[in-house]
């Protein structure tokens, strides 16, 4: 993926979700890779004041090239940071990949955040190290060539990624 992708996650009780996705890419023998928006920059002891930990957030997102959001079971009920984040990726018109915690390879409407919910620029894939390179790799662009028409339309998966 060229860009940087930025993580929305529960931090309370999905972080061990990106801690796996941080893994695959410092791991020498798995073919993951990903410039993370959250290495962009550090953030400062004032990290507890909200409106600074927005701003830094802001910035980063500004220089993302997509954002993945890791829906655990809680994710759609978190509105101080994951609602503001999705609603911040919706304003700066980001591809949005939606990976179920559940490795479900569709929308999970139990979970996903309703901001979200029957986005077309919402691609929903099940939280597997093949499905996250796929759609890190090829969602950005299949966004960028979307009409406005599509964008608005339902939620979108890919087939290949169905359980058989």
Known sequence: MAGAAYVVF???NDKWAYAYMNGWKAN????????NAHDL????????DEQYVKSKLRERMNKSTAVVVLVGEKTKNLYKYVRWELELALEL????????????????????PAIIR??????HIPYKLAALKHAMANWPGEFSRMSAADKAGGARYYTQFDKT
């Open 28 to 35: 020498k023998n798995i073919d993951f890779t990903y410039e």
């Open 118 to 123: 029957d986005k077309g620029g919402v691609v």
């Open 93 to 112: 018109g980001l591809p949005i990949i939606a990976a179920n915690l559940n490795e479900k390879n569709r929308q999970d409407s139990d979970r996903c």
């Open 41 to 48: 920059d550090t953030m400062t002891g004032r990290a507890q």
């Open 10 to 12: 529960d931090g309370d």
